[in-house]
Protein backbone atom coordinates (compact mmCIF):
# COMPACT_ATOMS: atom_id res chain seq x y z
CA UNK A 1 0.00 0.00 0.00
CA UNK A 2 2.72 2.31 0.88
CA UNK A 3 4.62 1.75 -2.42
CA UNK A 4 1.58 2.52 -4.11
CA UNK A 5 0.77 5.74 -2.78
CA UNK A 6 4.30 6.57 -3.13
CA UNK A 7 4.01 5.44 -7.00
CA UNK A 8 0.77 7.94 -7.02
CA UNK A 9 2.87 10.82 -4.85
CA UNK A 10 5.26 10.75 -7.97
CA UNK A 11 3.04 10.55 -10.54
CA UNK A 12 1.14 13.66 -9.23
CA UNK A 13 4.34 15.75 -8.65
CA UNK A 14 5.57 14.98 -12.12
CA UNK A 15 2.16 15.41 -13.90
CA UNK A 16 3.37 17.04 -17.33
CA UNK A 17 6.47 14.48 -17.41
CA UNK A 18 3.54 11.58 -16.61
CA UNK A 19 0.89 13.00 -19.24
CA UNK A 20 2.97 13.31 -22.22
CA UNK A 21 3.93 9.25 -21.09
CA UNK A 22 0.53 8.54 -21.28
CA UNK A 23 -0.23 9.92 -24.78
CA UNK A 24 3.23 8.07 -26.16
CA UNK A 25 1.76 4.75 -24.16
CA UNK A 26 -1.38 5.22 -25.91
CA UNK A 27 0.04 6.12 -29.24
CA UNK A 28 2.41 3.44 -29.40
CA UNK A 29 -0.16 0.86 -28.45
CA UNK A 30 -2.39 2.26 -31.05
CA UNK A 31 -0.12 1.74 -33.77
CA UNK A 32 1.22 -1.77 -32.29
CA UNK A 33 -2.50 -2.80 -32.64
CA UNK A 34 -3.14 -1.32 -35.87
CA UNK A 35 -0.04 -3.07 -37.66
CA UNK A 36 -0.87 -6.03 -36.10
CA UNK A 37 -4.36 -6.07 -37.51
CA UNK A 38 -3.17 -5.20 -40.99
CA UNK A 39 -1.01 -7.85 -41.04
CA UNK A 40 -3.54 -10.25 -40.56
CA UNK A 41 -5.75 -9.10 -42.97
CA UNK A 42 -2.29 -9.04 -45.74
CA UNK A 43 -1.88 -12.47 -44.46
CA UNK A 44 -5.47 -13.78 -45.63
CA UNK A 45 -5.96 -11.83 -48.61
CA UNK A 46 -2.37 -13.70 -49.46
CA UNK A 47 -3.54 -17.16 -48.98
CA UNK A 48 -6.86 -16.66 -51.04
CA UNK A 49 -5.13 -14.94 -54.09
CA UNK A 50 -2.65 -17.73 -53.76
CA UNK A 51 -5.94 -20.49 -55.25
CA UNK A 52 -6.35 -18.28 -57.98
CA UNK A 53 -2.48 -18.60 -58.94
CA UNK A 54 -2.38 -22.25 -58.11
CA UNK A 55 -5.64 -22.95 -60.44
CA UNK A 56 -4.74 -24.58 -63.49
CA UNK A 57 -4.91 -22.48 -66.99
CA UNK A 58 -4.98 -24.19 -70.95
CA UNK A 59 -1.65 -25.27 -71.80
CA UNK A 60 -1.53 -22.98 -74.32
CA UNK A 61 -2.30 -19.85 -72.54
CA UNK A 62 -0.14 -17.39 -71.21
CA UNK A 63 -1.03 -16.17 -67.30
CA UNK A 64 -3.27 -13.16 -67.52
CA UNK A 65 -1.03 -9.59 -68.14
CA UNK A 66 -2.09 -6.45 -66.74
CA UNK A 67 -0.99 -3.05 -67.07
CA UNK A 68 -0.79 -0.86 -64.06
CA UNK A 69 -0.71 2.71 -64.45
CA UNK A 70 0.62 4.28 -61.38
CA UNK A 71 1.55 7.76 -60.15
CA UNK A 72 4.10 7.87 -57.59
CA UNK A 73 3.67 11.34 -56.48
CA UNK A 74 -0.42 10.64 -55.57
CA UNK A 75 -1.25 11.00 -52.22
CA UNK A 76 1.40 13.02 -51.07
CA UNK A 77 3.82 10.45 -52.76
CA UNK A 78 2.64 7.55 -50.69
CA UNK A 79 1.14 5.68 -53.75
CA UNK A 80 3.92 3.70 -54.80
CA UNK A 81 5.14 2.40 -51.58
CA UNK A 82 1.30 1.38 -50.63
CA UNK A 83 0.90 -0.32 -53.68
CA UNK A 84 4.09 -2.10 -53.59
CA UNK A 85 3.16 -3.10 -49.98
CA UNK A 86 -0.52 -3.80 -50.31
CA UNK A 87 -1.61 -4.34 -53.86
CA UNK A 88 1.31 -5.92 -55.89
CA UNK A 89 2.06 -9.08 -53.73
CA UNK A 90 -1.88 -9.83 -53.92
CA UNK A 91 -1.65 -9.44 -57.86
CA UNK A 92 1.68 -12.02 -58.19
CA UNK A 93 0.51 -14.34 -55.43
CA UNK A 94 -2.72 -14.97 -57.97
CA UNK A 95 -0.73 -15.80 -60.79
CA UNK A 96 -1.54 -12.41 -63.01
CA UNK A 97 1.70 -11.25 -64.93
CA UNK A 98 1.89 -7.30 -63.73
CA UNK A 99 3.86 -4.67 -66.10
CA UNK A 100 3.66 -1.57 -64.19
CA UNK A 101 3.91 1.92 -66.11
CA UNK A 102 5.03 4.79 -63.66
CA UNK A 103 3.59 8.35 -65.17
CA UNK A 104 6.48 10.82 -64.93
CA UNK A 105 4.37 13.95 -65.80
CA UNK A 106 1.11 15.74 -66.16
CA UNK A 107 -0.93 13.53 -68.74
CA UNK A 108 1.65 11.22 -68.98
CA UNK A 109 -1.24 8.33 -68.31
CA UNK A 110 -3.24 9.34 -70.83
CA UNK A 111 -0.29 8.99 -73.57
CA UNK A 112 0.76 5.70 -71.70
CA UNK A 113 -3.20 4.55 -72.73
CA UNK A 114 -3.26 5.79 -75.66
CA UNK A 115 -0.48 3.69 -77.07
CA UNK A 116 -0.58 0.56 -74.76
CA UNK A 117 -0.71 -2.76 -77.07
CA UNK A 118 -0.74 -6.27 -75.89
CA UNK A 119 -2.47 -6.24 -72.42
CA UNK A 120 -5.81 -7.76 -71.28
CA UNK A 121 -6.80 -5.55 -68.62
CA UNK A 122 -5.99 -1.16 -67.27
CA UNK A 123 -5.46 -0.56 -63.65
CA UNK A 124 -5.15 2.89 -62.21
CA UNK A 125 -3.32 3.13 -59.65
CA UNK A 126 -3.94 6.82 -58.33
CA UNK A 127 -6.32 9.11 -57.62
CA UNK A 128 -9.57 10.97 -59.46
CA UNK A 129 -6.68 12.71 -61.84
CA UNK A 130 -4.95 9.90 -62.79
CA UNK A 131 -8.16 8.20 -63.40
CA UNK A 132 -9.62 10.85 -65.76
CA UNK A 133 -6.24 10.82 -67.71
CA UNK A 134 -6.39 7.16 -68.00
CA UNK A 135 -10.48 7.06 -69.09
CA UNK A 136 -9.50 9.76 -71.61
CA UNK A 137 -6.82 8.00 -73.27
CA UNK A 138 -8.96 4.89 -73.47
CA UNK A 139 -11.67 6.94 -74.92
CA UNK A 140 -9.88 8.58 -77.18
CA UNK A 141 -8.47 5.17 -78.98
CA UNK A 142 -10.83 4.03 -82.26
CA UNK A 143 -10.54 0.44 -81.51
CA UNK A 144 -13.02 -0.18 -78.88
CA UNK A 145 -10.67 -0.05 -76.16
CA UNK A 146 -13.35 0.79 -73.79
CA UNK A 147 -14.36 -2.93 -73.79
CA UNK A 148 -11.66 -4.00 -71.86
CA UNK A 149 -11.98 -3.81 -67.74
CA UNK A 150 -10.45 -1.33 -66.12
CA UNK A 151 -9.67 -1.66 -62.23
CA UNK A 152 -8.92 1.06 -59.76
CA UNK A 153 -6.72 0.97 -56.95
CA UNK A 154 -7.40 3.83 -54.91
CA UNK A 155 -4.28 4.92 -53.67
CA UNK A 156 -4.78 9.03 -54.05
CA UNK A 157 -5.66 11.65 -51.86
CA UNK A 158 -9.36 11.94 -53.74
CA UNK A 159 -10.75 8.73 -54.91
CA UNK A 160 -14.71 9.80 -55.49
CA UNK A 161 -15.17 6.24 -57.69
CA UNK A 162 -12.60 4.35 -56.12
CA UNK A 163 -14.57 4.94 -52.95
CA UNK A 164 -18.36 4.42 -54.12
CA UNK A 165 -16.80 1.21 -55.56
CA UNK A 166 -14.96 -0.30 -52.72
CA UNK A 167 -15.79 1.72 -49.64
CA UNK A 168 -13.19 2.60 -47.09
CA UNK A 169 -11.72 5.01 -44.85
CA UNK A 170 -7.90 5.27 -43.05
CA UNK A 171 -5.50 2.59 -41.48
CA UNK A 172 -6.67 -1.08 -41.06
CA UNK A 173 -9.79 0.26 -43.12
CA UNK A 174 -7.92 1.99 -45.53
CA UNK A 175 -5.83 -1.73 -46.26
CA UNK A 176 -9.20 -3.39 -46.23
CA UNK A 177 -10.34 -1.24 -49.28
CA UNK A 178 -7.62 -1.97 -51.37
CA UNK A 179 -7.43 -5.91 -50.43
CA UNK A 180 -11.01 -5.64 -52.00
CA UNK A 181 -10.04 -3.51 -54.83
CA UNK A 182 -7.28 -6.10 -55.76
CA UNK A 183 -9.61 -9.29 -54.79
CA UNK A 184 -12.06 -7.47 -57.47
CA UNK A 185 -9.43 -7.41 -60.28
CA UNK A 186 -8.54 -10.97 -59.33
CA UNK A 187 -11.99 -12.36 -59.62
CA UNK A 188 -12.77 -10.39 -62.57
CA UNK A 189 -16.01 -9.36 -61.50
CA UNK A 190 -17.03 -6.41 -63.59
CA UNK A 191 -19.97 -3.71 -64.11
CA UNK A 192 -20.63 -1.26 -66.85
CA UNK A 193 -20.60 2.75 -65.98
CA UNK A 194 -21.39 5.61 -67.67
CA UNK A 195 -18.87 8.19 -68.63
CA UNK A 196 -18.87 11.66 -69.88
CA UNK A 197 -17.83 13.28 -72.76
CA UNK A 198 -16.73 17.32 -72.19
CA UNK A 199 -15.71 18.91 -76.01
CA UNK A 200 -14.24 22.39 -74.91
CA UNK A 201 -16.00 24.23 -77.44
CA UNK A 202 -13.20 26.62 -79.38
CA UNK A 203 -14.18 29.81 -80.86
CA UNK A 204 -12.85 31.15 -84.81
CA UNK A 205 -9.25 32.14 -83.78
CA UNK A 206 -8.35 28.58 -81.71
CA UNK A 207 -7.56 25.62 -82.69
CA UNK A 208 -10.32 22.51 -81.45
CA UNK A 209 -8.78 20.82 -78.66
CA UNK A 210 -9.47 17.24 -77.93
CA UNK A 211 -12.21 15.70 -75.44
CA UNK A 212 -12.09 15.09 -72.27
CA UNK A 213 -13.53 12.40 -71.05
CA UNK A 214 -14.72 12.06 -67.11
CA UNK A 215 -16.66 9.78 -64.52
CA UNK A 216 -17.39 11.41 -61.63
CA UNK A 217 -18.33 15.13 -62.08
CA UNK A 218 -17.80 18.56 -63.16
CA UNK A 219 -17.48 21.42 -60.20
CA UNK A 220 -17.68 25.13 -60.43
CA UNK A 221 -18.44 27.42 -57.68
CA UNK A 222 -17.54 28.82 -54.53
CA UNK A 223 -17.61 25.39 -52.38
CA UNK A 224 -15.35 24.03 -55.10
CA UNK A 225 -12.49 26.85 -54.86
CA UNK A 226 -12.68 25.94 -50.86
CA UNK A 227 -12.50 22.86 -50.97
CA UNK A 228 -9.54 23.60 -53.07
CA UNK A 229 -7.91 25.56 -50.57
CA UNK A 230 -8.12 23.24 -47.66
CA UNK A 231 -4.60 21.51 -48.24
CA UNK A 232 -3.16 25.10 -47.49
CA UNK A 233 -4.46 24.97 -43.78
CA UNK A 234 -2.56 21.62 -43.07
CA UNK A 235 -1.53 23.18 -39.84
CA UNK A 236 -5.02 22.81 -38.54
CA UNK A 237 -4.74 18.83 -38.45
CA UNK A 238 -8.37 17.66 -39.27
CA UNK A 239 -9.96 20.80 -38.98
CA UNK A 240 -8.63 22.20 -42.10
CA UNK A 241 -11.43 21.83 -43.59
CA UNK A 242 -13.35 23.82 -41.73
CA UNK A 243 -10.77 26.46 -41.52
CA UNK A 244 -10.53 26.65 -44.97
CA UNK A 245 -14.11 27.76 -44.72
CA UNK A 246 -13.51 30.23 -41.84
CA UNK A 247 -10.78 31.90 -43.72
CA UNK A 248 -12.05 32.00 -47.32
CA UNK A 249 -15.53 32.40 -46.76
CA UNK A 250 -15.57 36.64 -47.47
CA UNK A 251 -12.75 36.87 -50.04
CA UNK A 252 -13.55 38.30 -53.76
CA UNK A 253 -11.57 35.56 -55.16
CA UNK A 254 -13.74 32.99 -54.67
CA UNK A 255 -15.92 32.29 -57.42
CA UNK A 256 -19.47 33.22 -56.02
CA UNK A 257 -21.39 34.07 -59.33
CA UNK A 258 -21.49 31.40 -61.77
CA UNK A 259 -23.96 32.68 -64.35
CA UNK A 260 -24.43 31.75 -68.51
CA UNK A 261 -27.12 29.71 -70.64
CA UNK A 262 -27.38 25.73 -70.55
CA UNK A 263 -29.17 24.39 -73.34
CA UNK A 264 -29.68 20.79 -73.20
CA UNK A 265 -31.94 17.89 -74.40
CA UNK A 266 -33.82 15.33 -72.27
CA UNK A 267 -32.20 11.67 -71.26
CA UNK A 268 -32.87 8.77 -74.30
CA UNK A 269 -32.05 5.16 -74.09
CA UNK A 270 -31.22 5.46 -77.38
CA UNK A 271 -32.20 6.11 -81.12
CA UNK A 272 -31.14 6.94 -84.34
CA UNK A 273 -31.12 10.84 -83.48
CA UNK A 274 -28.34 10.13 -80.27
CA UNK A 275 -26.33 6.83 -81.63
CA UNK A 276 -23.74 8.02 -84.46
CA UNK A 277 -22.58 4.55 -86.28
CA UNK A 278 -18.78 4.45 -86.23
CA UNK A 279 -17.06 3.27 -89.43
CA UNK A 280 -14.93 -0.03 -89.52
CA UNK A 281 -12.23 -0.34 -88.59
CA UNK A 282 -10.13 -3.31 -90.46
CA UNK A 283 -7.39 -4.47 -89.16
CA UNK A 284 -5.13 -7.48 -88.79
CA UNK A 285 -5.00 -8.30 -84.75
CA UNK A 286 -6.50 -6.90 -81.85
CA UNK A 287 -5.98 -7.67 -78.01
CA UNK A 288 -9.51 -6.64 -77.34
CA UNK A 289 -12.08 -9.49 -77.06
CA UNK A 290 -15.12 -9.32 -79.81
CA UNK A 291 -18.00 -6.38 -78.87
CA UNK A 292 -21.94 -6.83 -79.47
CA UNK A 293 -21.70 -3.01 -79.09
CA UNK A 294 -21.75 -2.82 -82.59
CA UNK A 295 -25.37 -4.61 -83.09
CA UNK A 296 -26.72 -3.03 -80.40
CA UNK A 297 -25.90 0.07 -81.74
CA UNK A 298 -27.25 -0.81 -84.65
CA UNK A 299 -30.52 -2.12 -83.32
CA UNK A 300 -31.13 1.68 -81.41
CA UNK A 301 -30.51 3.33 -85.10
CA UNK A 302 -33.91 2.02 -85.97
CA UNK A 303 -35.82 3.78 -83.46
CA UNK A 304 -37.40 6.97 -83.43
CA UNK A 305 -37.90 9.40 -80.86
CA UNK A 306 -39.25 12.66 -81.08
CA UNK A 307 -38.28 14.47 -78.56
CA UNK A 308 -34.36 13.20 -78.07
CA UNK A 309 -33.58 15.67 -80.58
CA UNK A 310 -35.68 18.82 -78.84
CA UNK A 311 -33.60 21.20 -76.88
CA UNK A 312 -34.65 23.38 -73.21
CA UNK A 313 -32.65 26.24 -72.46
CA UNK A 314 -31.90 27.04 -68.92
CA UNK A 315 -30.60 30.56 -67.55
CA UNK A 316 -28.91 30.13 -64.68
CA UNK A 317 -26.92 32.45 -61.50
CA UNK A 318 -25.86 30.44 -59.12
CA UNK A 319 -22.76 29.90 -56.34
CA UNK A 320 -22.35 26.64 -57.39
CA UNK A 321 -22.52 23.95 -60.39
CA UNK A 322 -21.94 20.67 -60.56
CA UNK A 323 -22.96 18.67 -63.46
CA UNK A 324 -22.36 14.48 -62.70
CA UNK A 325 -23.23 11.18 -64.52
CA UNK A 326 -26.97 9.83 -62.46
CA UNK A 327 -25.95 7.04 -60.62
CA UNK A 328 -29.18 4.95 -60.43
CA UNK A 329 -32.71 4.30 -61.97
CA UNK A 330 -34.00 5.07 -64.94
CA UNK A 331 -32.79 6.63 -68.33
CA UNK A 332 -29.01 7.11 -67.98
CA UNK A 333 -28.39 11.19 -68.05
CA UNK A 334 -26.43 13.80 -66.97
CA UNK A 335 -27.50 15.44 -63.21
CA UNK A 336 -27.26 19.48 -63.00
CA UNK A 337 -27.03 20.10 -59.80
CA UNK A 338 -27.57 24.28 -59.47
CA UNK A 339 -27.18 26.00 -55.54
CA UNK A 340 -28.33 28.76 -54.50
CA UNK A 341 -27.85 32.03 -55.69
CA UNK A 342 -26.33 34.06 -52.46
CA UNK A 343 -25.03 33.31 -49.70
CA UNK A 344 -24.45 35.34 -46.28
CA UNK A 345 -21.32 35.02 -44.29
CA UNK A 346 -22.65 32.96 -41.67
CA UNK A 347 -25.11 31.12 -44.36
CA UNK A 348 -22.06 29.97 -46.01
CA UNK A 349 -19.32 28.70 -43.17
CA UNK A 350 -22.46 26.91 -41.85
CA UNK A 351 -23.60 25.34 -44.88
CA UNK A 352 -19.92 23.89 -45.83
CA UNK A 353 -19.67 22.41 -42.39
CA UNK A 354 -22.55 20.92 -43.33
CA UNK A 355 -21.29 19.16 -46.18
CA UNK A 356 -17.83 18.46 -44.77
CA UNK A 357 -20.29 15.58 -42.46
CA UNK A 358 -21.94 14.50 -45.41
CA UNK A 359 -24.96 16.62 -45.33
CA UNK A 360 -25.74 18.55 -48.74
CA UNK A 361 -28.82 20.46 -49.70
CA UNK A 362 -29.08 21.11 -53.11
CA UNK A 363 -31.87 23.85 -54.86
CA UNK A 364 -32.36 22.81 -58.33
CA UNK A 365 -31.99 19.22 -60.15
CA UNK A 366 -32.00 18.75 -64.08
CA UNK A 367 -31.50 15.91 -66.09
CA UNK A 368 -30.28 15.88 -69.67
CA UNK A 369 -28.15 13.59 -72.31
CA UNK A 370 -26.47 16.32 -73.37
CA UNK A 371 -25.81 19.81 -72.47
CA UNK A 372 -23.78 22.85 -74.10
CA UNK A 373 -22.62 25.41 -71.67
CA UNK A 374 -22.25 28.73 -72.05
CA UNK A 375 -20.81 30.47 -69.43
CA UNK A 376 -20.82 34.40 -69.03
CA UNK A 377 -19.34 37.28 -67.40
CA UNK A 378 -16.36 34.80 -65.70
CA UNK A 379 -13.05 36.00 -64.10
CA UNK A 380 -9.53 35.72 -64.49
CA UNK A 381 -8.41 32.28 -64.09
CA UNK A 382 -11.71 30.65 -63.11
CA UNK A 383 -11.76 27.22 -63.46
CA UNK A 384 -13.93 24.42 -64.07
CA UNK A 385 -13.18 20.88 -61.72
CA UNK A 386 -13.09 18.29 -64.01
CA UNK A 387 -12.66 15.00 -61.56
CA UNK A 388 -10.16 16.59 -59.40
CA UNK A 389 -8.50 18.12 -62.43
CA UNK A 390 -9.12 22.22 -63.13
CA UNK A 391 -9.29 23.45 -66.13
CA UNK A 392 -9.97 27.01 -67.00
CA UNK A 393 -13.65 28.19 -67.70
CA UNK A 394 -14.95 28.07 -71.59
CA UNK A 395 -17.92 27.17 -73.20
CA UNK A 396 -17.92 23.63 -73.68
CA UNK A 397 -20.76 20.65 -74.60
CA UNK A 398 -21.09 18.01 -72.27
CA UNK A 399 -22.61 14.14 -73.16
CA UNK A 400 -23.51 11.68 -71.27
CA UNK A 401 -21.81 8.14 -72.47
CA UNK A 402 -24.33 4.99 -71.05
CA UNK A 403 -22.48 1.47 -70.15
CA UNK A 404 -19.39 2.83 -71.73
CA UNK A 405 -16.52 1.64 -69.09
CA UNK A 406 -16.34 -1.99 -67.69
CA UNK A 407 -15.22 -1.68 -64.06
CA UNK A 408 -14.11 -4.34 -61.66
CA UNK A 409 -16.34 -3.96 -58.69
CA UNK A 410 -17.05 -6.41 -55.60
CA UNK A 411 -19.22 -9.23 -55.85
CA UNK A 412 -22.05 -7.49 -53.96
CA UNK A 413 -22.51 -4.11 -56.19
CA UNK A 414 -23.19 -7.05 -59.34
CA UNK A 415 -26.77 -7.69 -57.62
CA UNK A 416 -28.05 -3.57 -57.06
Not at 154 to 177: H, I, M, R
Not at 265 to 284: A, D, F, Q, V
Request: glycine fraction near 6%; include cysteine.
Amino acid sequence: MEKALKIVKTLRNNWKKSVFGAILVYYGAATAKEKYEINILMRAACKEAVKYGDAMIEYDRNPTLITVVLNPVANKRKAKKDFEKYCEPILHLAGLQVDVKVTTSEGHAKEIVENLKGTEAIIVAGGDGTLSETVTGLLRRNDDANRFPLGILPLGSTNSLGNTLFPGGKGVEKVKQLIEACMAIVQGQTLLKDAMKIEPLANEEETPSRPIYAMTSIDWGAFRDIQAKRDKYWLYGPLREYASYIFNGYKDSITWICNGVMTYTPPCSGCGNCISKKPELKRKWSFFMPSTQATTDTDKMKILNPECASTKELCFKTSEMKIRPKLSGGLPALRVELGRNKYSYTEFVSEGWRRIKGDSKIEEVVQARTILLQPHNTKPNEVFEIDKEEFDVKPMKVTILPNMIKMFCKSEKLDK
